[in-house]
């Protein structure tokens, strides 16, 4: 299709022109416009003032945006008001770009789908991963002596490869490890390491840290969505925020414990670069909990030192929940798959002169050549598109379509290295693996939360829990009492019995669960099988 004379302005995360989310714009803006006649113009915007500005913009009539990409959160904010185009009749027309609708996995199309319908482009796939550093854990697994010493203090064998393998990993068993790991120098470089690390500086996105870790404290399956079944948020009957529930609690206790006990401080300062710098290339901290990016960086060696050495794992569980249905704490290890992150994906707007241009630039950044070669596997620059959730971006041997020559990977874990790979074999296996496993084979999975208000909902958490609870002494109990007293204002302003009919068509209130756990994956070959020791 050609849009001569035609000029889109897209809003995006800023970051400059090789900066995560608005970097790729820049990047295709002269390819773009060799192949359609038409200009970009890109509008920076920080994280803070991104879904402002955007609101802003819609709600005054002022069309300064032909189309944005935001975090997913603001997807109630778009979608019920109108404010931004069905596209399914621009995905069925062929002069559009074909980005393969079909290959996403519902976790992640969850962020661009409502009432069945098509209204944003998939383009990033956010989940939160568990990481560690296979170089100097391995060391300690092979020293009899720091095993021993572990058992002793804890009671059992620490056994992180086959508590993984049979599905036995949990934050209560990541809390002994965390403190394990902190307080001596296990790297070798004469100063004193963590735990674990995260990005919870306040204003950014904190609150995704802790979603993804709550949710196996509370989210129980059923084949239906129900009262009680797959559900994590509300009450879907009455609206009432589920957040001082006993599972609730008991989250917020353990991740409070964790990150202000085995976390160094610096990380409540940290944006997400700071972090991956923090472990990928200062090697301080032995665990990370992150998105994806965590393995599309690694094989860098201007981002990392891990290069081949990142052990990816899918959604610790809990070894205890609450269930709604009973009404009392169960004792289960409980496993809850994710979409946790921003999922930063393409909206066209309905103000937008030229919404055809706009949707054809974001289904051309989401078609095979340019998403799953170039774009999620960082290969022009780190994009902060991450890959896993299309069926394409995946190895065959792990649910997906895509082969170890579609990553410059010779097999049989040689590495030619970087830049001629991007990643080491081990570690992309590692990662496809632990992305099969969050979106199709944990015991449930996690809604997204993308109704109105789910903004100012994702501020009142980063306000309460991340900064007063985390940050400033007040107790897990009432900084969940203040976030709940902030939803249930945010849902009376906007009207309790609207609400209630959103958080129906957000989950899909009484109807089959569309989320089918299937069997857990791993592979002997990407994991040292002489320290797997259950």
Known sequence: MRFEGVKVTVAALAGGVKGPI???????????????????????????????????????????????????????????????????????????????????????????????????VPWDSDAWYFNWNMKYMDKVLRDKDKRREFKNKFGYELDPYGWYKRRELTWQKIRDMCEFFTGWDWNGDGEDDWGIIMGLRVGEQGPFWFIPFAAPFLVEYGPTVDRYHNIFWFDPETMEPLLKTEGMIEAAKLFKEIVTKYMDPVGFTFTFADKWDYFLNKEKAMFCWAAPDTATLVGNPEKSKMRGYLASIACPGSEVYYSLAEGRMVEKINIVGNAAGCSWHGWVSTLSKNPEAMYWVLAYFSSPEKLVKEISSSKIFWTGVDPGGCSLQVLKDYGGEATLADFNLPGNFVDPGYPTALYNEGDLRRFHIAAYNNWFAADAIQHYLRLPGGVAMFTSMDTHIIGEMCQGGVSPEEALDRTYRDWEKIIDEIGREKMIEYYHAMIGYGKPNEYKPRPWLWDDRAFPKDLIFG
Request: proline share 7%.
């Open 22 to 120: 608005c970097g790729p714009f820049y990047y295709y803006r002269d390819e773009i416009k060799s192949l359609t006649g038409m200009d970009i113009e890109v509008v920076e915007l920080s994280f803070a003032d991104l879904p402002i500005k955007i609101i802003a913009d819609l709600s005054t009539g002022t069309g300064a945006y032909d189309g944005f990409v935001p975090c997913s959160n603001i997807m109630g904010d778009l979608v019920i008001p109108g404010y931004v185009h069905q596209l399914d009749k621009w995905i069925a027309d062929p002069r559009f770009p074909n980005w393969h609708p079909e290959k996403w996995s519902y976790a992640v199309t969850q962020c661009s789908k409502w009432g069945g319908h098509w209204y944003g």
